[in-house]
Nanobody, 123 residues
Framework: QVQLVESGGGLVQAGGSLRLSCAAS????????MGWFRQAPGREREFVAV????????YYADSVKGRFTISRDNAKNTVYLQMNSLKPEDTAVYYC????????????????WGQGTQVTVSS
């Protein structure tokens, strides 16, 4: 079992930045590819970014490419999502998720999920 806890969400003005963290416990995080997803009210949960087990490979949704950066510190069992140039359409609950093996942008590929952290971007 892997337990994931997100933090760092909040209210920010458009153009601002936030850094989300996802702390893992229960298993060594380096065994898992880690993804960030988000869900806005009335919408499906969508892929944001993923990072490989070693941190050497990352992949982003087109909507966040160039603005968001995913990273990880396996020694601290923590994954991060740096979000810059935030837009109102980035408003959502952000979830981190873990899956064994290789990267994936498919929600159903992930075995473990955090409880989410709210990000609200005002215009």
């Amino acid at each position: 079992q892997v337990q994931l806890v997100e933090s760092g969400g909040g209210l920010v003005q458009a153009g601002g930045s936030l850094r989300l963290s996802c702390a893992a416990s229960g298993r060594t995080l380096s065994n898992y590819a880690m993804g960030w997803f988000r869900q806005a009210p009335g919408r499906e949960r969508e892929f944001v970014a993923v990072i490989s087990r070693s941190g050497s490979i990352t992949y982003y949704a087109d909507s966040v490419k160039g603005r968001f950066t995913i990273s990880r510190d396996n020694a601290k069992n923590t994954v991060y999502l740096q979000m810059n140039s935030l837009k109102p359409e980035d408003t959502a609950v952000y979830y981190c998720a873990a899956k064994p093996g290789s990267n994936s942008n498919l929600r159903n590929a992930y075995n473990y999920w955090g409880q989410g952290t709210q990000v609200t971007v005002s215009s």
